[in-house]
């Protein structure tokens, strides 16, 4: 896998519309999840893709006390939209087991489909 990723990178990354990056809050090594990240955005979406748009999902938020979350958040936020400059990324907090996941997927989904409001009126007015 990460043969194909480093050498076929051309291949992998011409013409993506969109990249949802996963990201564990409880990886054991963040380090590295950052790392492929970076090389994700740097060497491939910058390169080929430049106009994609780019969802960072922060995801097993359950996992993390209450009172930390919202900082935890905002702090691998942060660093992700450093990592990513010039590019424009959004960023969800997201968990199984609330509805942030839904949430998040929700508006990934709405930003992908051209005409959405167009269509939920259309929707609305047959049934």
């Not at 996941?101 to 990934?108: E, G, R, T």
Request: hydrophobic share 40%; glycine share 2%.
């Amino acid at each position: 896998m990460e043969t194909f990723f480093t050498s076929q990178k051309d291949v992998l990354f011409s013409n993506v519309e969109v990249l949802i990056f996963v990201f564990d809050v409880q990886s054991s090594d963040v380090q590295k999840d950052i790392e492929k990240y970076q090389s994700c955005i740097e060497t491939g979406i910058m390169k080929y893709s430049p106009d994609a748009m780019i969802f960072c999902l922060v995801h097993k938020m359950d996992l993390i006390p209450k009172a930390q979350r919202e900082m935890l958040f905002s702090k691998r936020k942060e660093e992700l939209e450093h990592l990513s400059k010039p590019l424009k990324i959004s960023c969800y907090a997201t968990s199984i087991w609330d509805e942030t996941l839904y949430n998040a997927w929700s508006k990934i989904m709405s930003l992908l489909i051209p005409n959405v409001g167009q269509l939920k009126l259309k929707t609305e007015e047959v049934c």
